[in-house]
Each structure stands twice: as structure tokens, then as C-alpha cells.
């Protein structure tokens, strides 16, 4: 059986739990700007701090520990550690050359660790998703307020990007591509393009992941779309989820999960912070309280995958597939695609 129809089956069985917040784990280790650039890259003419993309090359076995610990919480899927590994969002590091090479390495070291909780427990297979982050830049708005028709990127180079970094995810051994944090719909439908020229190209069947984020609450993406504009935009994608995101925490997103459980003729995903950000910049919500959010979403049907972004840790993902274990995932309604 193929991963494809395995995820597939899973997703009918049971709710599946996706990990964690790699930003928030990797900030305990309160790494320095010597920590980043490890041996190889010491020399670096511009500062490297912050480039968390990186460290799956100057600090690999912080990666593949995280990942064990999300694993060990009850994660199924595990995200790969590529959120900005793209040429876009590497330039601000002046390491675009090194895009093919991040996303590899990062593949192997969460496959590392999925395969080997899944060899200690057939029963309950681990997955890899290889994440694709929106990048820094948005092809809908302007960032130029006195000169609204400028646009920083355009269709082509976002592409472009997308197609390097999906290439190098499919070959070293992704079991999922995961188009997450969705801001802007015109970014995602050009990773969108990419991936599904490649996947005629590669002959793949890999299944495929969007997940948008609300920004505010107005209930919409930066781009101005609500959740049900959002997915009619993209449900072209041939995807095997819609879902949310970031931004906002979990009490604030239901009424968007329930708006995309409505109209959504695929799995609906759901990863909030761990609330909203506090004055400093932190997240607040327990594990227990998250945990007894979401478990309301999942006795209600709404979901079929659950995790945690911002600030959530592997005990909120440990809390979050208890109670997830406890309900039945969400029926697909049946629905088709109503194209004019």
C-alpha cells in the first residue's frame, strides 16, 4: 500500500495528531550566533542567528531530538524543519545556494526519527510532511503603501521557488507536502502549480496539505479571504486537507473550523498557537486548557487532524492526542466541486 492510501485510511480511522512548534523548541536552547553558524559556516559574512532552517546542518541532533520528543508526545506526522528553506526567504541570509541542501537534510533527519518510532510500533506508522512556508514576501499586496500597484515578488519567482523546494522534499523522502500558514492565496495557488507539475513530472501521488492562517478577528486571510473564500480558491489542489494555522489560538479559531468543516469535501486540519501572544511576546495556554478546547472541536466532529503551532510544546501534543483518541474524526460531508 502506497503512503498515499495508508494516510488516507488512517484518516478515516481515527483523528490524526501533527506536532508541535519547532520555533518554540528550538528557543529553549537559547542558541548563539556562534551555535548557528557551527564550524562550516563560521566565516559567514552576515549574521546567522535566527535562521532555524540552518540548524538542521549546524545543529542536526538538536533537530532529531525535538522531533523524537514530539514523536514521543503522539505526533503522527512530523513537519520537517523547512518552514523558510526556499530562495526567497534564504536571501535574507544570503544562502540561496544552500536551499536544495536544507530541505534534504531536514528530510532525512525527521525520517530518521519517524521510521524508527514506527519500526518500535507497526501499529502506529509515523509520517514525514515536508513543510513549505508562504515565504516573506506576498504577490497579492503591495508593501509599498504610496505605490499600491507594487508588487515585491511575482507568480513566476514564487513558483519557481516552490518548485526547488518541493523537488528536494519529494526526493529525499517525504511522505507529505504541507503548504502551511497560508496568508496570501496567490502564494499558495503558485506552490500549488509547482507541486502539481511535478507531481505529473515525478510520477507522485503524494498527498498534499494547505493550511491558511486568519490574521485577526475579522475572520480573514491577509488577502482578505474568509475560510469558505479560502478553500473555494484552492480546492482545485487536488489536496487531502484544508485547514488552519497559527495567528490565533484555539478558542478564537473554531468558528473558522467550523465554517471550513462545512463547505470542505476533504479532511479539515487545525494547528493553533497555544493562545494569543501575550505582551511579551509569549504564549500562555496550558496544555490541559488547550486540550479541553480542542476536544470540544473533536466530540463535535469537526476535525481530522489536530496539533499545535506557536508555543505549543510536546506536552500540549501529548494532552492534545489523549483527548483526540477519544472521538471519532470528522465525516467528510458529500460534496462536490460546483465550478460555473
Not at 512548534?21 to 537559547?30: D, L, P, S
Not at 503591495?142 to 518548485?163: C, I, M
Not at 489542489?237 to 495567528?247: E, K, Q, R, V, Y
Not at 463547505?263 to 511579551?280: I, M
Request: some cysteine; charged content about 20%; overall charge negative.
Amino acid at each position: 500500500m502506497s503512503k498515499n492510501k495508508q494516510i488516507q485510511q488512517i484518516l478515516k480511522e481515527r483523528i490524526m495528531i501533527i506536532d508541535g512548534a519547532m520555533g518554540t523548541m528550538i528557543q529553549k536552547y537559547k542558541l548563539s550566533e556562534e551555535d548557528y553558524r557551527g564550524d562550516r559556516f563560521a566565516n559567514w559574512e552576515h549574521s546567522l542567528k535566527g535562521n532555524n532552517d540552518l540548524l538542521v546542518i549546524t545543529q542536526p541532533e538538536i533537530i532529531y531530538t525535538i522531533h523524537k520528543q514530539f514523536l514521543e508526545a503522539g505526533a503522527d506526522i512530523l513537519e520537517t524543519n523547512t518552514f523558510s528553506a526556499n530562495v526567497i526567504s534564504m536571501a535574507d541570509y544570503h544562502m540561496e545556494s544552500l536551499v536544495w541542501e536544507l530541505n534534504v537534510e531536514a528530510t532525512k533527519l525527521a525520517r530518521r526519527a519517524a521510521d524508527e518510532y514506527t519500526a518500535a510500533n507497526p501499529s502506529k506508522p509515523r509520517f514525514v510532511a515536508g513543510s513549505i512556508g508562504p515565504t516573506n514576501r506576498t504577490a497579492s499586496l503591495s508593501p509599498d503603501v504610496n505605490n499600491p500597484g507594487y508588487r515585491a515578488v511575482n507568480f513566476d519567482d514564487l513558483k519557481n521557488a516552490y518548485r526547488e523546494q518541493t523537488k528536494a522534499l519529494i526526493e529525499a523522502g517525504c511522505d507529505i507536502l504541507l503548504v502551511e500558514t497560508v496568508f496570501d492565496t496567490l502564494n499558495c495557488k503558485a506552490a500549488l502549480f509547482a507541486i502539481n507539475e511535478l507531481k505529473d513530472e515525478l510520477n507522485s501521488d503524494i498527498p498534499v496539505m494547505v493550511s491558511g492562517t486568519i490574521t485577526d478577528a475579522s475572520g480573514r486571510t491577509l488577502s482578505g479571504q474568509t475560510p469558505e473564500a479560502f478553500w473555494n480558491s484552492v480546492s482545485h489542489g487536488d489536496l487531502i486537507s484544508i485547514g488552519l494555522n497559527c495567528a490565533l489560538g484555539a478558542e478564537q479559531m473554531r468558528p473558522y473550523i467550523e465554517e471550513l468543516s462545512r463547505v470542505a469535501w476533504v479532511n479539515v486540519s487545525c494547528y493553533p498557537n497555544a493562545g494569543l501572544p501575550n505582551e511579551f511576546g509569549e504564549y500562555d495556554d496550558s496544555p490541559e486548557g488547550m486540550a479541553g478546547v480542542l476536544k470540544s472541536w473533536c466530540d463535535a466532529g469537526l476535525v481530522n487532524v489536530v496539533g499545535g503551532c506557536c508555543g505549543t510544546t510536546p506536552d500540549h501534543i501529548a494532552a492534545i492526542a489523549k483527548v483526540a483518541a477519544q472521538s471519532k474524526p470528522r465525516e467528510i460531508p458529500m460534496l462536490s466541486p460546483n465550478f460555473l
